[in-house]
């Protein structure tokens, strides 16, 4: 069984620095992983699909990478309104993994 | 693209619910879909899928043989069959569209089971 491991939980940080939120898998998924951002109240938006591809109306300043077992999320210059949970998930068209989610205070 | 969740509401333990999404914007016979859920406050957990035609299923271990996935794609809705729910079913549902490994979501619908 998949597992997707998400650090830090919580981040803490000022408007302007840069954030970076890692995702593991427990096996190689490729590069089939993406990130959501979910805002109190709402369902989950997807930002990155397939580990680096910015979904379409994401800020240039969101960023994937990885392969295989290890995929990153860099948020650049943070903006207040980048305060949020952050998840990633990976589908395999039978069941969807999802990791256990990083919240992100500005 | 648009998936509007229905159905929700308080139920007591061992009872019965059926949830509801009515899906527009998009060709609903040619995806797959899904239910998740989310205790307020918690993470995502997923709890069903169904292929594009209704003849694959699959579920969580955690619903497994009380919760059953069903979708009318002449109507362009997808359903759950919640039996013998428990408190630890209490979240909010959410209807997903999978499209490769973007997933589009409802907005979704409160369960809560309570005595």
């Known amino acids: 069984e998949l597992i997707l491991t998400q650090s830090p939980a919580t981040l803490s940080l000022s408007p302007g620095e840069g954030a970076t939120l890692s995702c593991r898998a427990s096996?190689?998924?490729?590069?089939?992983v993406t990130w959501y951002r979910q805002k109190p109240g709402q369902a989950p938006k997807v930002l990155i699909w397939?580990?680096?591809n910015r979904a379409s109306g994401t800020p240039v300043r969101f960023s994937g990478s990885g392969s295989g077992t290890d995929f990153t999320l860099t948020i650049s210059s943070l903006e207040p309104e980048d305060s949020a949970v952050y998840y990633c998930?990976?589908?395999?068209?039978?069941?969807?993994?999802f990791g256990q989610g990083t919240r992100l205070e500005i | 693209v648009q998936m509007v969740e229905f159905g929700g509401g308080l139920v007591q333990p061992g009872g019965s619910l059926r949830l509801s999404c009515t899906a527009s914007g998009f060709s609903f016979r040619d995806f797959s879909m899904h239910w998740a859920r989310q205790v307020p406050g918690k993470g995502l957990d997923w709890v069903a899928r169904i292929n594009n035609d209704g003849s694959d299923k699959t579920y969580a271990d955690s619903v497994k043989g009380r919760f059953t996935i069903s979708r009318d794609n002449t109507k362009r809705m997808l359903y759950v069959q919640m039996n013998d729910v428990r408190v630890d079913d209490t979240a909010v549902y959410y209807c997903?569209?999978?499209?490769?490994?973007?997933?589009?979501w409802g907005q979704g619908t409160m369960v809560t089971v309570s005595s």
């Open positions: 397939d580990s680096s």
């Open positions: 997903i569209r999978e499209e490769g490994q973007v997933l589009t």
């Open positions: 096996q190689n998924v490729g590069s089939l």
């Open positions: 998930h990976h589908c395999d068209y039978r069941r969807i993994t």
